[in-house]
């Protein structure tokens, strides 16, 4: 069944992702314009531990478990993303994420988003800021 999400709400969308929220409503339109909205059914399997990171998705809809060599560590819900760092590094996923319930994501593959850096590298820019304020509060959170 196709699902249509109009790219102002996909742009909203990412505005709740830490790693797009500095960017302005222009640039997260133009994000928004290579994000694909996706009908997902319970038992979808969204992200793999160990396999590469070429993707990222926001559940738009619906719930998920976030296993970690098969234990559970998380539940996932609307407006919660997965994978956002993939685009970035393409490192293997450190989880495997399952939806629960029958929903609704927004998806990105990597290829995707590295055409909008060259675009518009003031993305690129903004994105290390954000990346390094969830680093120093990472850091602050771990020397207490």
């Known amino acids: 069944m196709a699902i249509y999400v109009r790219r102002s709400e996909k742009a909203d969308a990412l505005a709740d992702i830490p790693l797009f929220s500095s960017l302005s409503n222009k640039e997260r339109m133009e994000l928004a314009r290579h994000v694909d909205e996706v009908a997902?059914?319970?038992?979808?399997?969204l992200t793999e531990q160990g396999t590469p990171g070429d993707a990222f998705y926001l559940i738009v809809e619906g719930t998920a478990v976030v296993k970690r060599s098969g234990t559970k560590i998380a539940v996932l819900g609307a407006g919660d993303a997965v994978g956002?760092?993939?685009?970035?590094?393409?490192?293997?996923?450190?989880?495997?994420?399952?939806?629960?319930?029958?929903?609704?994501v927004l998806t990105m593959p990597r290829?995707?988003?590295?055409?909008v850096l060259k675009d518009i590298p003031s993305i690129s820019h903004k994105m290390l800021v954000s990346m390094s304020l969830r680093l120093r509060e990472a850091n602050s959170k771990?020397?207490?």
């Open 40 to 45: 997902v059914t319970e038992g979808t399997v």
């Open 142 to 144: 771990l020397v207490g």
């Open 111 to 115: 290829p995707e988003f590295r055409g």
């Open 84 to 104: 956002e760092m993939a685009l970035l590094d393409g490192e293997p996923r450190s989880a495997t994420v399952v939806m629960t319930s029958d929903g609704t």
